[in-house]
């Protein structure tokens, strides 16, 4: 039979375990894939150890003869915790020691902000006066009229 212009796949037939098979454990599929993968990996590591045990003992071809070092490859720059020497100073490269710079410098830009010692800050200063005088006149001014108007109140209840 034709399966027309765009052929699927051929995924092969399905089979699937009978609740007598499961019950029973004959069933072809594994109940859990981890305990089969876990089986699987102890075979392997084992058949790994044995495998690596045979090639350090003998080498084929040059490597037996000569050690040779590849320079293109990259050596691993990862080191541990342990082999880390703390008294070693590393020198920073340009940009970092740039970034370093500039946070610091405006560390010291906002402490100085914070003291009222730059001109910025002055000036914030200085508005802020500003507005606190022109807002305490308002409330002033705000208190009079309130008791002008108590005034009138009381004088037209007379």
Known sequence: MGRG?????????RQFSTTEEMIAGTS??????????????EERSEESEEE???????????????EIENPNTSKPKT???RDVDLDKTTELSRREREEIEKQRAHERYMKLQ???KTDQAKKDLER???IRQQRAEAAKKREEEKAAKEQ???????
């Open 79 to 81: 080191m541990k915790a």
């Open 114 to 116: 914070e003291q009222g």
């Open 5 to 13: 212009k765009f052929k699927g796949k051929p995924t092969g037939r």
């Open 128 to 130: 802020l006066a500003l």
């Open 152 to 158: 009138k109140k009381t004088e037209a209840r007379k």
């Open 52 to 66: 690596s045990e045979e090639e350090s003992e003998r080498k084929k071809g040059p490597q037996g003869v000569i």
């Open 28 to 41: 072809s599929r594994p109940r859990t894939f981890k305990k089969e993968a876990e089986v699987e990996e």
